[in-house]
């Protein structure tokens, strides 16, 4: 593992252009600065203060023009203010996001500068500015920790290129403005066309990572740590506050990294290198350098952040990429020391908080436990730790809503609709009712199913499907009884390994496992072994640099290859259920090797435990998840050495359609009924039915009734899914007869019907 370097003086493995620091001490920058301090502070309007700023940084710098652009919306910059050029253009002239040199800077976080710059590739002549008689041009971007908020531009009739001295103080000035608009101080009111910052309703589309709808107050992870101050009048005082916060923050490290629990290897040494940059010499003296130009403590620490930031995210090395997050944590804890903002500082949660972060770990998510309402992630995956535990905890949750953190504010009106993926953010009173409305009729519709719960799910043809539950925290449990489930179809193990810093000891496992069949008074639980790789990566596991982690190093092979640990889960399982059946399934099984591999494993694990005297379970079943369309083709021999069979349908279905199911563009293109994906399903129940074993069916589509339904008519007797779906799937399959439909299924192949669903729904309707 390569350190990086934090010095620049010297080398590293890979030079990154910290920039050169300006020697002066009491800088033109600092005076500007000052300037533009009074200017905030005094009365007038947004647009009286943009004015006054583009005269002071252009009467500073010498130049005879200097522009604001701001950003009217995620695509689209406007110019709202300048010196130099046409009055008549302010507010008029527009640029989209990438369009012209100003577009360019916006896009890409990085600076112009060019002595000539009609030449620049990209430029775009705009008439009415009168900006033909400026060839000089330096824009920088205005923007804080990454969030792009407009360009910051000068321009002189002397053909010249800036220097690095110039260069630097315009994007301290920039930094400034950044804190500015983000207090709002040039939106003072409407009259300039541009959106009052944290006022408006906003609406976010994400992707569905748990469905169901919540309203409440955002309730942020990590909240914003806000910069009333960012020019300072003492560097002094302020240059002994960032020691004191960069001591303070030094301590803190030690002492969480010294009770850790991780020993040795790469883990180690990454925690290592965490420890390192809080103590690099040159990442202090850096902010120190910024302070001298006339920032206060907590801006210089957050310019720092932006400017390394920039150049780490255009680094080719992945190592140093991979400490962008490093150096955010890094930077964001000093913030919060400095300022007394954020986490520890005794601010309550709002009712019905609704949890608003970047991405967030299960257990970190398990900690808040069922206080959240909901939860909205700018990042994360459907098939994610944090997506799964939202599962267990029955709350919605929407991912991939994009800019999020940048609009909301700790007790925001928020509503989360996980059904569609959207999110509304200080709603409007109309959407609010709709909204509400629907959650209404939601909470009709489950007191009907409440009813059902005792009744089998039986179609009026005689059919009986046993409906199973999905699981894998202790929470889930009590669902077991109040859903009407007949079991857990899968009990994901992996959950106790994701929340934990170490690897789980055998004791502490059996203790859980046992629990586990005890909550269950009886009914089956099918432990799935561990499925870890792929999006679910163990804190303590050395990262796999995968091209294509979901078809990787993951689940049975990681514990073929690495068999200590699955021995190790295996005896807590036979510890577990003493006296109790024991079900035991194996995940993404590939080939009939594999399962036999697996499969001789345990009965070594089951042998031993008898030889050390240890109680047995009463019965044991040995199963095998089917994920992948091999599987479906492997020998007669497979299907009859497995005690049952359940079909993952969320993997299946993405290796079917060769479409990544974490990638929105193709997703949502292939449908569950496809008649091809329909026909693979179909010759799957045959070839179990002939070597009778039992199948189900696993995963998202098994709680959608239309598509349960289906499945139920194709022959599958046991639907596994989340509790609350058992109510629907339930009060459809008592009214449907699967006879028939089974013949409608068969018609529409005969017709050669390329998907089924038209045929299905109308149907149904009719019924």
């Known amino acids: 593992?390569?350190?990086?370097?934090?010095?620049?003086?010297?080398?590293?493995?890979?030079?990154?252009?910290?920039?050169?620091?300006?020697?002066?001490?009491?800088?033109?920058?600092?005076?500007?600065?000052?300037?533009?301090?009074?200017?905030?502070?005094?009365?007038?309007?947004?647009?009286?203060?943009?004015?006054?700023?583009?005269?002071?940084?252009?009467?500073?710098?010498?130049?005879?023009?200097?522009?604001?652009?701001?950003?009217?919306?995620?695509?689209?910059?406007?110019?709202?203010?300048?010196?130099?050029?046409?009055?008549?253009?302010?507010?008029?002239?527009?640029?989209?996001?990438?369009?012209?040199?100003?577009?360019?800077?916006?896009?890409?976080?990085?600076?112009?500068?060019?002595?000539?710059?009609?030449?620049?590739?990209?430029?775009?002549?705009?008439?009415?500015?009168?900006?033909?008689?400026?060839?000089?041009?330096?824009?920088?971007?205005?923007?804080?920790?990454?969030?792009?908020?407009?360009?910051?531009?000068?321009q002189s009739r002397e053909a010249r290129q800036f220097s690095e001295d110039e260069i630097y103080g315009l994007e301290v000035v920039a930094m400034v403005l950044a804190e500015m608009a983000e207090l709002g101080v040039f939106l003072g009111s409407q009259s300039d066309g541009l959106p009052l910052a944290h006022r408006f309703p906003v609406m976010f589309r994400g992707t569905t990572g748990q469905e169901g709808a919540a309203e409440g107050r955002v309730w942020l992870h990590e909240p914003r740590v806000v910069i009333s101050n960012p020019v300072a009048d003492d560097p002094l005082k302020e240059k002994a506050r960032l020691n004191e916060g960069v001591a303070m923050l030094r301590t803190n490290v030690d002492l969480m990294l010294s009770g850790s629990d991780v020993e040795g290897g790469d883990s180690a040494e990454v925690m290592e290198a965490y420890r390192l940059f809080a103590h690099s010499r040159s990442w202090l003296r850096r902010m120190e350098e910024a302070i001298d130009l006339g920032l206060s403590a907590e801006a210089a620490v957050e310019k720092e952040q932006g400017q390394a930031r920039a150049r780490l995210e255009s680094a080719s090395d992945p190592y140093l990429r991979d400490r962008l997050h490093d150096l955010d944590d890094l930077s964001n804890r000093l913030l919060r020391i400095l300022t007394g903002q954020g986490k520890d500082t005794g601010a309550e949660m709002p009712e019905n908080p609704i949890l608003v972060a970047r991405n967030i770990g299960p257990a970190e998510l398990l900690d808040y436990g069922r206080k959240l309402k909901g939860v909205v992630l700018e990042e994360g995956s459907v098939g994610s730790h944090a997506a799964i535990v939202a599962r267990a905890l029955a709350i919605p949750?929407?991912?991939?809503?994009?800019?999020?953190?940048?609009?909301?504010?700790?007790?925001?009106?928020?509503?989360?609709?996980?059904?569609?993926?959207?999110?509304?953010?200080?709603?409007?009173?109309?959407?609010?009712?709709?909204?509400?409305?629907?959650?209404?009729?939601?909470?009709?519709?489950?007191?009907?199913?409440?009813?059902?719960?005792?009744?089998?799910?039986?179609?009026?043809?005689?059919?009986?499907?046993?409906?199973?539950?999905?699981?894998?925290?202790?929470?889930?449990?009590?669902?077991?009884?109040?859903?009407?489930?007949?079991?857990?179809?899968?009990?994901?193990?992996?959950?106790?390994?994701?929340?934990?810093?170490?690897?789980?000891?055998?004791?502490?496992?059996?203790?859980?496992?046992?629990?586990?069949?005890?909550?269950?008074?009886?009914?089956?639980?099918?432990?799935?072994?561990?499925?870890?790789?792929?999006?679910?990566?163990?804190?303590?596991?050395?990262?796999?640099?995968?091209?294509?982690?979901?078809?990787?190093?993951?689940?049975?092979?990681?514990?073929?290859?690495?068999?200590?640990?699955?021995?190790?889960?295996?005896?807590?399982?036979?510890?577990?259920?003493?006296?109790?059946?024991?079900?035991v399934m194996f995940p993404f099984i590939t080939e009939m090797q594999e399962f036999e591999d697996a499969h001789r494993l345990l009965m070594e694990q089951l042998a031993r435990e008898q030889r050390l005297g240890h109680a047995m379970p009463s019965d044991i079943r040995v199963g095998a998840m089917l994920e992948t369309p091999s599987l479906a083709f492997a020998p007669k021999k497979f299907f009859e050495m497995c005690d049952f069979i359940s079909v993952g349908g969320n993997d299946l279905k993405q290796f079917f359609f060769a479409a990544d199911r974490e990638n929105e563009r193709v997703r949502r293109r292939y449908d569950t009924l496809n008649t091809s994906f329909i026909t693979l399903l179909d010759q799957i129940v045959q070839r179990c039915n002939a070597a009778n074993v039992p199948v189900s069916f696993c995963g998202e589509d098994a709680g959608r009734p239309i598509e349960a339904v289906t499945f139920a008519a194709l022959g599958f007797r046991r639907l596994s899914m989340r509790p609350a779906s058992i109510g629907p799937v339930k009060h459809l399959i008592r009214r449907v007869n699967l006879a028939e439909l089974r013949g409608v299924i068969d018609e529409g192949r005969a017709r050669g019907d390329t998907n089924l669903r038209r045929a299905v729904t109308e149907w149904l309707a009719v019924q």
Request: proline share 7%; glycine share 10%.
């Open 1 to 154: 593992m390569m350190p990086l370097n934090w010095n620049r003086s010297e080398p590293g493995p890979e030079p990154l252009n910290w920039g050169i620091m300006p020697e002066r001490k009491d800088s033109d920058s600092r005076k500007l600065l000052l300037r533009l301090r009074e200017t905030l502070a005094a009365p007038g309007s947004g647009q009286h203060r943009l004015d006054q700023i583009t005269h002071h940084i252009a009467d500073s710098m010498g130049t005879q023009v200097c522009s604001i652009y701001l950003f009217r919306d995620a695509e689209t910059l406007e110019l709202c203010a300048t010196e130099g050029l046409k009055q008549a253009s302010v507010h008029k002239t527009r640029l989209r996001l990438g369009e012209g040199l100003v577009g360019r800077v916006a896009r890409t976080g990085r600076h112009v500068n060019t002595a000539n710059a009609p030449a620049e590739p990209g430029f775009r002549f705009m008439p009415e500015t009168g900006e033909e008689v400026y060839p000089s041009f330096l824009g920088v971007p205005i923007q804080r920790v990454g969030e792009k908020l407009g360009v910051l531009v000068v």
């Open 397 to 583: 949750l929407v991912i991939h809503a994009d800019r999020v953190i940048a609009e909301a504010l700790n007790g925001d009106p928020i509503l989360v609709d996980g059904d569609s993926g959207v999110v509304h953010l200080r709603p409007e009173e109309s959407v609010a009712i709709a909204f509400r409305d629907k959650m209404a009729m939601q909470a009709e519709a489950q007191s009907r199913y409440a009813g059902l719960r005792d009744l089998p799910a039986t179609s009026p043809c005689g059919t009986t499907i046993q409906l199973y539950m999905n699981a894998g925290l202790m929470a889930d449990l009590p669902s077991l009884d109040g859903s009407g489930a007949e079991g857990v179809g899968l009990f994901r193990t992996e959950l106790q390994f994701l929340t934990r810093t170490r690897v789980p000891r055998r004791g502490e496992l059996a203790a859980l496992y046992a629990h586990v069949l005890d909550s269950a008074h009886g009914k089956p639980v099918m432990f799935r072994t561990l499925d870890i790789g792929s999006d679910k990566v163990l804190p303590y596991m050395k990262p796999q640099d995968e091209p294509n982690p979901a078809m990787g190093w993951r689940a049975i092979r990681v514990g073929l290859d690495k068999r200590g640990v699955l021995r190790m889960q295996l005896q807590a399982l036979i510890r577990a259920a003493v006296g109790k059946p024991l079900y």
